[in-house]
């Protein structure tokens, strides 16, 4: 199993960014798939799952409105969409799959 997030970088305050995971090594359309973020020192906060076939998701209540997870099962690729980014969101995004991490992807939000 991998998993390999990119998309990450430094935007401002109000800006977007769009996250993806690029999944391998699994039949990804059997797993619901999930985001999660860190900040240093803070335990891992889970902000997004989306169903294995996309049809049911749910959001940490501090990023609801704001971001949209996504999937394309047909790519592997499970995605996040950010959109009036906080500094407060700032932090390593994780995507997830039961018992498995990718490496992570930094998001720094900063004017």
């Known amino acids: 199993v991998q998993l390999v997030e990119s998309g990450g970088g430094l935007v401002q305050p109000g800006g977007s960014l769009r996250l993806s995971c690029a999944a391998s090594g699994f039949t990804f359309s059997s797993y619901d798939m999930r985001w999660y973020r860190q900040v240093p020192g803070k335990e891992r906060e889970l902000v997004a799952t989306?169903?294995?076939?996309?049809?049911?998701?749910n959001y940490a209540d501090s990023v609801k409105g704001r971001f949209t997870i996504s999937r394309d099962n047909a790519k592997n690729t499970v995605y996040l969409q950010m959109n009036s980014l906080e500094p407060e969101d700032t932090a390593v995004y994780y995507c997830n799959r039961f018992g498995y991490w990718g490496k992570g992807t930094l998001v720094t939000v900063s004017s």
């Open positions: 989306i169903t294995s076939a996309g049809g049911s998701t």
